[in-house]
C-alpha cells in the first residue's frame, strides 16, 4: 500500500514515551515547574515529562489570603520529598502555613521564610510559618554589624536557612548571614569572569573605618583606602561617605587569591592638577589655607584637591624656628608665592609671599655696592683709599708701640 499511515509508528511511541520518563530530583534540588491545576489546599505543578508535584497552596496566598496565581504560572520551586507516589515541593518553607517541612529545609539546605518578632538575648526571636519559634544570633542577621540592630530588624519579613533543628522542632536556630553568603559567592564566581583591574564598578559602602570604606559590589567587598577617597587629604572618611550611599569606583587591583579588591574613589572624580597647573605658575601669588603642620614644613591648600609645601626655612620670618607651630596653625589664612612646580611629581613649592632668602639680600647689597663703586668719582675714590690706608697705618703703629 502507497498510501501513507496517520497513525503513530512503535518507534515515535517508544520515543515519546521515554522522553517523558519520570524525572529524579535531589531534595533541595530547584528546579522552575508550570502550575496545572488547584484542588483545595493543593497546587499541581508539571514538573517536566510524565511528573507531577504538589505545592501547598498556602505558599501562593497574598496579603489578601488569596491564591496569588493561575493556571499556566511559572513558579520557582524546592523539591521536599517523595511521598505515597507523589513529589512534594515548597516555594519557601514558612512562606505560608506550611511548617511541616522544616526538617527537611534543615536537612536539604532549603530557604524559610520568617518574621524578626522581637529582640532578646543574644540575638532575635523569629517566627516561621507564623507559629514557630526559632532564634537568629546577632552575627548571623546580615554580613555587617548594625549600629541599632532592634530599629533595623524588628519587625521584617526575611529568608534564612535552618543550621539547627533539634528536639522534634522545639529549639530551631536560623542564620541569614549563611543564605547571604551562598548567594554572594555565586556572584563572586560571575565576578571573576568580568572585573577587570581599571574598570569602573557601582557598589554600595557598607563599613566605614578609620583606614578606609568597604564596598559592596555584588558578591564580594572592594576597599576604597583613605588616601583614594578625594584628591585632597582626607582626615575624616565620615565627612565624605556614610553607610548604604551608593558609589562609583575604579577597580585599581585585583587579587582572587585573598580575596583584596582595591577600588579608588577619587579616579571617577575630576583631577584638580589639570586645571590648577594654568592658574598657579612660578612666582604667581595666591590666598590659601593651612591644612597641616609637620616637623618640616606647613602644607597649604590652595583650593580643593591642590596643595602645596611651605618649607621650616621659609617660615620665621629671617629667624631660625624648631616647629611650624611656632608662627602657623591649621585652619589659618595666608597669603603665599609659587616658587616651583614639579609636573611629574605634582608638587608645589610655596613661600610665604613677603619672604625674602638671605642669598638674596647678600646680593642685593652687593649689587648695590657695585653701583655705588660705579657712580663714585676717582678723586673720592683715591680719598676714600687714602682715608683707608691711614687707618691703617695708625692701627699699625699702635700695634707696635704696645710691644
Known amino acids: ?199 569602573t564598578v557601582q557598589g554600595t559602602i557598607s563599613s566605614i573605618r578609620d583606614f578606609g570604606a568597604f564596598v559592596d559590589i555584588g558578591g564580594v567587598d572592594g576597599l576604597i583606602p583613605i588616601s583614594e577617597i578625594g584628591w585632597s587629604r582626607v582626615e575624616d572618611i565620615s565627612e565624605h561617605l556614610t553607610l548604604g550611599q551608593e558609589v562609583s569606583a575604579v577597580i585599581k587591583k585585583l587579587d582572587w587569591k585573598t580575596n583584596r579588591i582595591t577600588l579608588s574613589l577619587k579616579e571617577t572624580l575630576v583631577n584638580p592638577w589639570d586645571a590648577a597647573r594654568q592658574r598657579f605658575t612660578e612666582g604667581s601669588i595666591h590666598p590659601g589655607t593651612v591644612a597641616r603642620l609637620t616637623t618640616f614644613g606647613a602644607f597649604v591648600t590652595l583650593e580643593p584637591g591642590v596643595d602645596g609645601l611651605i618649607h621650616i626655612s621659609k617660615l620665621g620670618g629671617g629667624r631660625r624656628i624648631n616647629h611650624p607651630r611656632e608662627v602657623l596653625e591649621v585652619g589659618q589664612e595666608v597669603e603665599v608665592k609659587v616658587e616651583a612646580i614639579d609636573d611629574e611629581t605634582r608638587k608645589i613649592s610655596l613661600a610665604p609671599s613677603d619672604y625674602v632668602s638671605h642669598e638674596s639680600t647678600e646680593t642685593a647689597e652687593k649689587d648695590e655696592y657695585k653701583k655705588f663703586m660705579a657712580t663714585a668719582t676717582p678723586k673720592k675714590q683715591e680719598e676714600s683709599m687714602g682715608s683707608l690706608g691711614a687707618l691703617l697705618q695708625s692701627k699699625l703703629a699702635a700695634k707696635k708701640a704696645g710691644v
Not at 498510501?3 to 521515554?18: G, K, M, R, V
Not at 522522553?19 to 528546579?31: A, H
Not at 511521598?83 to 522544616?102: A, C, D
Not at 535552618?162 to 563572586?188: H, P
Open 1 to 199: 500500500m502507497n498510501q501513507e499511515s496517520t497513525e503513530p509508528s512503535f518507534a515515535d511511541l517508544f520515543q515519546e514515551n521515554s522522553s517523558q520518563s519520570p524525572r529524579r530530583l535531589e531534595p533541595g534540588q530547584k528546579i522552575t515547574a508550570t502550575i496545572a491545576g488547584m484542588a483545595g489546599n493543593s497546587v499541581f505543578l508539571d514538573v517536566g515529562g510524565k511528573n507531577e508535584g504538589i505545592l501547598d497552596s498556602s505558599e501562593l496566598l497574598d496579603a489578601e489570603g488569596k491564591v496569588a496565581a493561575a493556571i499556566g504560572d511559572k513558579v520557582d520551586v524546592y523539591f521536599l520529598r517523595s511521598s505515597g507516589g507523589e513529589q512534594l515541593f515548597t516555594i519557601k518553607l514558612g512562606g505560608g502555613k506550611n511548617t511541616t517541612h522544616l526538617e527537611e529545609a534543615w536537612r536539604n539546605g532549603i530557604p524559610v521564610e520568617g518574621t524578626v518578632k522581637e529582640e532578646i538575648k543574644g540575638g532575635f526571636d523569629i517566627t516561621l510559618g507564623g507559629s514557630v519559634r526559632a532564634f537568629c544570633p546577632y552575627s548571623q542577621m546580615g554580613m555587617h554589624r548594625v549600629a541599632d540592630a532592634g530599629a533595623e530588624y524588628t519587625g521584617r519579613r526575611m529568608t534564612f536557612l535552618v543550621t539547627r533543628f533539634e528536639e522534634n522542632g522545639r529549639n530551631i536556630v536560623v542564620s541569614a548571614r549563611a543564605l547571604i553568603e551562598q548567594e554572594r559567592e555565586l556572584q563572586k564566581e560571575a565576578l571573576q569572569e568580568s572585573l577587570v583591574e581599571g574598570a
